[in-house]
């Protein structure tokens, strides 16, 4: 078990493709971890161990890989580097003590590595960047460098420079130690030498400013600096430390993780400048921050230990459920290996398998225990698809596995529409969707069939209109007899439906009435002239007929029924349709395009403004079934730089042109069962 001080929980996030899982790889291979290098394309690293993972190419789960290096511990989380799964990146980044951005230094700074820094941002988590692939052709380390210091600014630290590119790439220049350090065998261990000459000029160049950037965190530094005196090599790495654990300094290193050129650096970095966690003595807390759900194991919880010390057979209390939680079989994963462990000490990451009911964001501490946790907020889910069961079997099953799949990823959310009566699993995007329906059908055992999502039209009136519901039927016994007069009036949006008793006299017993608000309410329900149901609308029964035999509570329900459908008929009905609101963010050069887009979408736009760093802010009422997969338009025009929210706001008449198309769309549907 290593100390505290010595763990290190480090976070490789990044576009996809730019070579976090190689790099995750080719660091537990340089501490001796694994003994041989796994690919991506051959579908067998230790972190992509998904079948969806290897049949993909890509990561699409969050997977830890520790290794030990230099007397310390490190724990590297790998996360996917694709929008659809940001609610991964998001626990990678919530555990993390510090993030190393990994860019390649052939396609540069790409959209979803933006999308990282900021999340890292927002929780000024401690940064810093590792260029890859700078031994593949079109590499570029100073064009790569300069997009990372337009993009994040002056914080941009470079550690290194490269010795050659492309082909020739062969090791990499120390610039604070003014030393190079080649690469030529396959153990990933390089040789330190003199500076190439031809790259000295360079070399001093970027030292001296390294070295300035670096005392300015420090007055005394800085005076000593600014007199000419020598500062020596350990205390501008220990003022870096700070400046990196202030997420004020954000150093860049570089290498080919493919190729072990750098990496024993990067590993040496991590160890020395990395922050550790923070220590905290006490009562044993835990957070969950990604729950596996295993065919066989059941639910495994993965876990960092925020304060004291977690042992096997622990009782520690959910803070959700108040209840206890027994940990037995406590294990460290690498990929999907499982080593057991006794204790996991403060700052640690861990898993345990089979509590009754924990899940990602809970919190299990000791009873009596006081710490305080940042709640676990996931990502809101953009796009939805609706689901149902293949066949009577899984009908059966659906129910239990949602469940489980909702355990593992928090980021799914499941929505029962009473209105379009349709099942709705919303996620980050289609890539997203269909990976939840494949794990749904591998790993669970049921199949679902998707279609595409209702929207919930309603109808109105727009006059007034009275008629006669009359339901007379005679049998070999008793008849049924009822007449009810109707009245129908339009109600403001929103208003609802009332129901107004003017019957005198007793030609409607009083017993009978509430049958005709019955008959009245369930037709409303079921659809008005278009197949959608009714709201918005007063009805009074103000007249009728009964037979003392004949009529019952039956006839007088039909009679309201048959009244209030020839009633609708005649007061003007209307078809409308739900408008969202929607707040889209975006760079600001993407402002004409997006407005075109929402215009040719029906969308008024309310108004726009600039929010800073470059992004503005549309806020537009959009009809809701033009934008049911909105995330698709918005990743299209953007490149994925956009993001949006959305809210219902109103229901508006549908033109009159996409009546007939609607109601026809509608009948269709019902036809199809």
Not at 471 to 484: D, L, P, S
């Amino acid at each position: 078990m290593h100390p505290t001080e010595q763990i290190r929980n480090v976070a490789l996030v990044g576009h996809g493709g730019s070579g976090k899982t190689s790099l995750a790889e080719a660091l537990l291979f340089v501490g001796g971890a694994i003994t041989r290098l796994g690919r991506v394309e051959d579908g067998n690293t230790v972190c992509d161990f998904d079948p969806e993972e290897a049949r993909r190419g890509i990561s699409v789960s969050l997977s830890i890989a520790p290794f030990e290096y230099a007397g310390h511990k490190i724990n590297v989380l790998d996360a996917p580097g694709y929008a659809d799964f940001v609610g991964d990146v998001a626990a990678a980044l919530r555990v993390a003590d510090l993030a190393i951005f990994v860019v390649s230094a052939v396609e540069g700074v790409e959209v979803q590595t933006e999308m990282a820094w900021r999340l890292a941002a927002e929780r000024n988590l401690p940064r810093a960047v590792f260029i890859n692939k700078l031994d593949r052709e079109r590499a570029s380390y100073p064009r790569t460098l300069d997009e990372l210091k337009d993009k994040f600014g002056a914080g941009i630290a470079p550690l290194e420079l490269p010795i050659g590119e492309e082909h020739e790439f062969r090791g990499v220049i120390d610039l604070l130690t003014d030393t190079a350090v080649t690469y030529s065998g396959t153990d990933g261990v390089g040789s330190a030498g003199p500076i190439p000459p031809e790259l000295e000029g360079e070399e001093h160049s970027v030292h001296d400013a390294l070295v300035e950037g670096i005392v300015v965190a420090d007055d005394d530094l800085m005076e000593r600096y600014l007199s000419d005196e020598k500062i020596e090599v350990k205390e501008l790495e220990h003022t870096l430390a700070k400046g990196i654990a202030e997420a004020s300094v954000f150093p860049v290193l570089c290498g080919s993780a493919t190729k072990l050129i750098g990496i024993d650096r990067l590993a040496t970095f991590i160890a020395e400048e990395g922050p550790s966690p923070r220590a905290a003595d006490g009562a044993p807390v835990a957070f969950v921050f990604k729950t596996i759900v295993d065919p066989y194991v059941g639910r495994v919880n993965l876990f960092k230990v925020l304060q004291g010390t977690v042992k096997t057979d622990a009782s520690l209390v959910n803070g959700r459920t108040v209840s206890d939680e027994r940990l037995h079989q406590l294990s460290v994963m690498r990929g999907k290996e499982q080593e057991s462990t006794g204790e996991v000490p403060t700052g640690d990451l861990a898993a345990v398998a089979k509590l009754s009911d924990t899940t990602t964001g809970d919190v299990l501490g000791a009873r009596g225990a006081d710490v305080e946790v940042e709640p676990f907020t996931a990502p809101k889910p953009v796009l939805a698809v609706a689901i149902r069961p293949k066949s009577k079997g899984d009908e059966d099953k659906l129910a239990n596995a949602l469940h489980r799949l909702l355990d593992e990823d928090p980021v799914l959310v499941l929505e029962r529409n009473a209105e379009t009566k349709q099942t709705l699993l919303w996620g980050m995007g289609e890539t997203h969707l269909s990976i939840a329906l494949e794990k749904l059908h591998r790993k669970l055992g049921v199949e679902v069939a998707t279609d595409d999502v209702k929207v919930a039209y309603r109808e109105t009136i727009t006059g007034t209109a009275e008629a006669e519901g009359k339901y007379k039927k005679q049998t070999g016994g008793h008849g049924q007899f009822g007449v009810a007069f109707i009245r129908v009036e339009p109600r403001e949006r929103g208003d609802g439906f009332e129901f107004v008793d003017s019957i005198v006299g007793g030609v409607i017993p009083r017993q009978f009435i509430p049958a005709v608000e019955k008959g009245v309410a369930e037709t409303m329900q079921h659809g008005g002239m278009y197949g959608f149901p009714v709201v918005d609308v007063s009805v009074t029964v103000f007249d009728g007929k009964h037979h003392s035999v004949d009529s019952s509570e039956m006839s007088f329900k039909m009679a309201g029924s048959l009244g209030f459908k020839e009633a609708m008929a005649k007061a003007g009905p209307i078809l409308l349709e739900p408008i969202s609101e929607l707040v889209v963010t975006a760079p600001e050069q993407f402002q004409g395009d997006l407005m075109g887009d929402l215009n040719s979408k029906r969308g008024r736009i309310l108004g726009s403004s600039a929010v800073g760093n470059g992004e503005m802010e549309i806020v537009a009422q959009v009809p809701t079934s033009e934008i049911l997969r909105y995330e698709i338009d918005l990743r299209s025009i953007t490149g994925g730089r956009g993001r949006f929210q959305v809210q219902h706001s109103h229901y508006d008449p549908v033109p009159s042109h996409l009546v007939s198309k609607i109601a026809a769309q509608a009948e269709e549907a019902v036809r199809a069962g």
